[in-house]
Nanobody
Framework: QVQLVESGGGLVQAGGSLRLSCAAS????????MGWFRQAPGKEREFVAV????????DYADSVKGRFTISRDNAKNTVNLQMNSLKPEDTAVYYC?????????????????WGQGTQVIVSS
């Protein structure tokens, strides 16, 4: 069983940057598709970004395209999300998730393991 722990969240001013990290333990995530999702207060969880197991295929939500960058280091069993040009609407709890079974997906229900989340607050 894989455990995921996110870190790097915090409070930042609009226009600033944060780098989120997701560290996996228990077993390797090197063959899993890995994604980031977020959930803002009072809103449903939404897809942010996903990266294939080799890192060759990447997909972003339109709302973060050009500002966020997902990456992975299979040797370190980690996935990262670099967030630049942050906006107040990026405020949310950010979750790392893994899909060990199938192709890349934007649907959270397809992911079989999740982290506890890290809070990101962007002030205006």
């Amino acid at each position: 069983q894989v455990q995921l722990v996110e870190s790097g969240g915090g409070l930042v001013q609009a226009g600033g940057s944060l780098r989120l990290s997701c560290a996996a333990s228990g077993r390797s995530i090197s063959t899993s598709t890995m994604g980031w999702f977020r959930q803002a207060p009072g809103k449903e969880r939404e897809f942010v970004a996903v990266i294939s197991w080799r890192g060759r295929i990447i997909d972003y939500a339109d709302s973060v395209k050009g500002r966020f960058t997902i990456s992975r280091d299979n040797a370190k069993n980690t996935v990262n999300l670099q967030m630049n040009s942050l906006k107040p609407e990026d405020t949310a709890v950010y979750y790392c998730a893994g899909d060990s079974r199938g192709p890349m997906s934007r649907e959270g229900r397809n992911y079989d393991y999740w982290g506890q989340g890290t809070q990101v607050i962007v002030s205006s």
